[in-house]
């Protein structure tokens, strides 16, 4: 891992290669991609299986995973594991449920009304991994804002396992601890498809998988791409990246916590970013021995390691005004502060996925178990774009009521705006409603006159 001090020169280098893990995606991914979403669009579910078949050697048929399912799976789990979901929707639950908003109206003179109608949406389909490992915290992550959002129907898709029976045959299921989660979380229906052809499933619809309105969850290059390119005909949640951790740390830091959590987003990916910026060569020093020794005895070595090399970095700062400068410009996932007063440095900070505060709030705490959602913004992203939430999975629509007597206080302004900007049409939508003319004998005065 890189150690350097901070300047110009090393900051512009550090900002440059963290937007290099952005790079546009590879045009034969593109191109495998679009085939199969064409194919599935076209085809359907035997698209949908002939894919399976190919990429995992299995498909189900049905599709479906039946209803009862998911509450065996949660009756099935040991007891550990479904306090701990339990716990985490709870948590989750609690947290969203302050992001709920309500619609308005606003009353006018002369009867003209105004207001906003908020909406869920009608159907979302979450995609939920499940290769080297299975993800139960990103179906609570996504399915519980949804249903606090008021969705009409959430439906999941997930790879196929194969699990062996009782008697001794196997059969395809999904992961047991994946629908668990679906069961705590109010998952509606469960189906067993993976890749880009089931991205192309929720987008477009198929015989047995129905369409959906937005698309959310994460997934490999090719799971990414077919979000990227069925954008559009269906909203997605947004186009993730490598994930990314920023620490800042003044002298009363703990080396060990902070190694501990940089190399706990370091083992997502080679291209994952852990970044420490530290005021106190002291600290700075004694973290990189105890990334060495810590991941040394770490399952996933070979990642971290890959991650470290590539995109890690300790960065010596003159003053914690400099580590916030910085933080704000990179605009990280996720943001620890570990500090002597971690609260007094959060007012600063601007740009941040999410923000961990003091050195018993780890990283993993908004992964699992705090509340928070862990669908974050990543690749800078967060200076515009925010956490998943409840605020994802609704629509907005407003609304208008003019009487005739509110109308016409406000006609002469709506022809002056339509005559400046050349749509005469536009106010000749409302003048005509103030005109007296005889049609078959009959005066037309423009409709309900109250």
Do not use: W
Not at 112 to 117: D, E, R, S
Request: hydrophobic residues 40%; glycine residues 8%.
């Amino acid at each position: 891992m890189r150690f350097v001090n901070c300047n110009q020169e090393n900051v512009t280098r550090l900002l440059r290669e963290m937007k290099s893990r952005a790079k546009e995606t590879d045009r034969q991914v593109s191109a495998i991609v679009g085939a199969i979403l064409e194919d599935v669009q076209e085809n359907g579910d035997e698209a949908v299986r002939r894919y399976e078949r190919k990429f995992s050697g299995a498909y189900s048929d049905p599709f479906e995973v039946p209803e009862e399912e998911l509450k065996k799976a949660f009756d099935l789990a040991d007891e550990r594991f479904k306090r701990a979901i339990s716990n985490a929707a709870s948590n989750i639950r609690e947290y969203h449920e302050k992001q709920i908003v309500e619609g308005y109206e606003i009353n006018r003179k002369n009867g003209a009304v105004v207001g906003q109608v908020v909406r869920g949406l009608d159907r979302i389909g979450i995609y939920v991994p499940c290769g080297t490992a299975a993800y139960p915290s990103t179906v609570l992550m996504n399915a519980i804002p949804a249903k606090l959002a008021g969705v009409g129907e959430i439906i999941m898709l997930t790879p196929p396992e194969v699990q062996e029976k009782a008697n001794g045959t196997f059969g395809l299921s999904a992961n047991p601890g994946i629908l668990a989660a679906a069961y705590v979380a109010g998952v509606d229906r469960v189906f067993l498809a993976g890749g880009a052809q089931a991205i192309g499933a929720m987008a477009y619809g198929t015989e047995i998988i129905p369409a959906v309105d937005k698309i959310v969850g994460p997934g490999n290059i090719y799971v990414a791409t077919a979000k990227k390119l069925v954008y559009g005909t269906v909203d997605i949640d947004m186009i993730a990246g490598p994930s990314e951790i920023l620490i800042i740390a003044d002298g009363t830091a703990n080396p060990r916590f902070i190694a501990a959590d940089l190399l706990s987003q370091a083992e997502h990916d080679p291209m994952s970013a852990a970044i420490l910026l530290t005021t106190n060569r002291e600290v700075a020093e004694k973290t990189l021995k105890q990334l060495e020794e810590q991941a040394a005895k770490l399952e996933r070595y070979e990642i971290v390691s890959q991650s470290l090399e590539n995109y890690g970095l300790i960065l010596i700062c003159a003053s914690e005004d400099e580590m916030i400068d910085i933080a704000n410009r990179i605009a990280p996932e996720h943001l620890e502060i570990m500090t002597a007063d971690p609260m007094a440095v959060l007012p600063g900070i601007r740009n941040a996925g999410s923000v961990f505060c003091g050195s018993y709030s780890p990283e993993p705490l908004g992964d699992y178990y705090s509340g928070t959602n862990h669908v974050l913004p990543t690749m800078g992203t967060a200076r515009f774009a925010s956490p998943l939430g409840v605020h994802s999975f609704i629509k907005k629509m407003s609304y208008t009521f003019y009487t005739k007597e509110a109308l016409e206080e406000c006609r002469e302004d709506v022809i002056a705006i339509s005559e400046k900007e050349g749509l005469t049409a536009h106010g000749r939508a409302v003048s005509i409603r103030f005109e007296n003319y005889l049609d078959g004998g009959m005066a037309a005065r423009g409709g309900n006159e109250k």
